[in-house]
């Protein structure tokens, strides 16, 4: 959410001096003029709307006392700063508030600027609910203006509030009559053996516990994670499972469909998985090894991400595909919280139905710490697969992941570093498998899609990878298997490049300090002056030069 402090605002009045307000308005900020008072009071009930559509969207400024730049001679625009009408402000604030619901913590403050007084009033995005106006209407911002919000929006934003949360809301239903005698006994059993408790609890206290029950009250998370079907179907609606299995010319093995609650639908899902993940067995140095197609934690992890994180508020059905060398979970709901099929594996985690993920981790099925994504990359990478691939299609959420025979070399190595195995050090390990290089800038580039600061961490790896070592050619820096582990890596060719040659050093030095001079690079390269090295370093596909700045600096084209 934007934060407008009192400089902030002194900037923005500085900068109408010389711009006119029509491109200084966005989507936080909105300028108004008023002749006097009595205007500012006829216009309270559109200073609402205004202050509703800031909240909704992403907070911001509302500056009284600026006349639109159209109104002015061009290029004349410190005339647009023509000063706000005296006015009390605690009763401004409480006029507008009047009018809002639920009222929020707007602040009215009066700055003076070039000897005029400007009304400034600062509006707070509101995340945990949406803010209307008395009169029923909800209003955005967009761009520069403000629309109204239709009911199937109001409905969308409400959902997305991070505040929150379906599963959490209260039934208006006896426990005894709704939950499933064998789910509720299977989990207090499991409870009690977690807990190390001998005496057995009453069944109230019980569901208390677990989050499944609130002051007593059934929550749609309890009905949904230890309910009977019918009442699940009864109270919250058509909620469905399926796992397929299909061979690659598309005959079904496994095609089951069910209903039920999330705890049947862990353990028959996990059947289904259990039945159609062969394991696959190699030979190496006389030791015989087997790996799963696909690591059950991956499953697990996934499986459990689409339970927490669907929209249990539409009808809609989660999906198991597995189809040739790959599994495809599906989730009703889009990305929440701000969590995007980009940044999924480094944003901190966000649990769409909070209740039902409390429940959930009480079992250990769900991490409290956000790990599950990272773990699957974990549980990919070390068997020589891709990363898991999120998507969002027709409001869905998708996880896509490789299922098919092993890369040896890369699971053998993991398994015998496996304490010194992470994210960046199995990235190296899949990216020359085979191949015998990668280019440092495409490893970083995939990196940063999981690790926060990918070149720290590839320093670090790269020392605690066997078998490779860095070098460079004019395309620029690269990793290599080293002769020795030709054979070890399944690698036909040597990578030919200079090990410790000039391309290396150079593009070391530019990268550990973000930009270098060509008289500092002359050195690095072994010229005598500085045009010497600018004449090659214009040649370099990796550098880029900093325009207009004197002396000219040399960068990364990565930035």
């Given amino acids: 959410m934007p934060h407008y402090s009192i400089d902030d605002i002194r900037g923005i009045l500085e900068l109408l001096e010389r711009h006119s307000s029509e491109t200084l308005e966005d989507e936080s900020t909105e300028f108004k003029e008023f002749v006097d008072a ?183 998370g309890g009905l949904l994670f230890l309910g009977r079907e019918d009442a699940i179907q009864s109270h919250l609606g058509h909620i469905e499972y399926r796992f397929s299995w299909r061979t690659t010319s598309g005959a079904f093995i496994v095609n089951d ?144 992941m490789q299922a098919h025979l092993v890369r040896e070399p890369v699971f053998l190595l993991a398994m015998a570093n496996e304490k010194k195995c992470g994210l960046p050090e199995l990235l190296i390990l899949n990216a020359v498998c085979e191949t015998g290089f990668v280019c440092l800038l495409d490893l970083a580039r995939e990196l940063g899609k999981v690790v926060g600061d990918p070149w720290e961490a590839l320093s670090q790896a790269i020392r605690r990878v066997p078998g490779i070592e860095q070098c460079a050619t004019e395309a620029g820096p690269f990793l290599r298997v080293n002769a020795e582990w030709l054979t070890f890596f399944k690698v036909s060719r040597f990578f030919d490049a200079h090990a410790n040659g000039d391309h290396l050093a150079l593009y070391k030095y530019v990268r550990n300090h973000g930009a270098a001079t060509a008289a500092e690079l002359a050195s690095v390269l072994g010229y005598a002056n500085a045009t010497q090295a600018a004449s090659v370093l214009r040649n370099v596909p990796y550098l880029t030069r900093t325009p207009k700045v004197r002396p000219s600096m040399w960068q990364l084209k990565e930035g």
Wanted: net charge positive.
């Fill in 38 to 220: 009595a205007a500012i009071q006829s216009a309270l009930r559109d200073l609402a709307e205004d202050v509703s559509a800031l909240a909704n969207k992403k907070g911001g400024v509302i500056v009284i006392g600026i006349r639109d730049g159209k109104h002015v001679t061009r290029g004349h625009w410190s005339d647009q700063l023509v000063g706000a009408p005296e006015y009390d402000l605690v009763q401004l604030k409480e006029r507008i508030l009047d009018k809002l619901q639920p009222r929020i913590d707007l602040t009215v403050v009066r700055l003076v600027h070039l000897q005029k007084a400007f009304l400034v009033l600062r509006v707070p995005h509101r995340q945990d609910t949406l803010v209307g106006t008395t009169s029923g209407r909800y209003l955005i911002r967009v761009g520069r203006s403000n629309r109204g919000l239709s009911p199937h929006e109001i409905t969308n934003l409400i959902k997305s509030q991070t505040a929150f949360d379906w599963s959490g809301e209260a039934l208006d239903v006896e426990p005894s009559h709704a939950l499933d005698p064998g789910a509720l006994r299977a989990a207090l059993h499991e409870f009690r053996k977690r807990r190390k408790i001998e005496s057995i609890p009453t069944t109230g206290k019980f569901l208390e516990a677990i989050g499944a029950t609130k002051n007593g009250q059934l929550t749609k």
């Fill in 257 to 400: 469909v069910w209903h039920g609650c999330t705890w049947w639908a862990i353990e028959r899902a996990k059947g289904h998985f259990d039945r159609c993940n062969t394991y696959y067995h190699f030979e190496h140095e006389g030791r015989k090894h087997s790996a799963p197609i696909l690591d059950p934690s991956a499953f697990h992890e996934a499986f459990l991400n689409a339970l927490v994180h669907r929209d249990y508020s539409t009808d809609g059905m989660i999906t198991i595909s597995f189809i040739g060398d790959r599994i495809t979970i599906t989730s009703p709901g889009g990305f929440y919280g701000g969590v995007t099929a980009d940044n999924i594996a480094l944003h901190e985690p966000r649990h769409r139905n909070k209740a039902l993920a409390r429940s959930l981790m009480i079992y250990n099925q769900v991490d409290r710490a956000g790990a599950g994504v990272p773990r699957m990359n974990l549980a990919s990478l070390k068997y020589g697969r891709k990363l898991p691939v999120f998507k969002e299609v027709f409001g869905n959420v998708e996880v896509t």
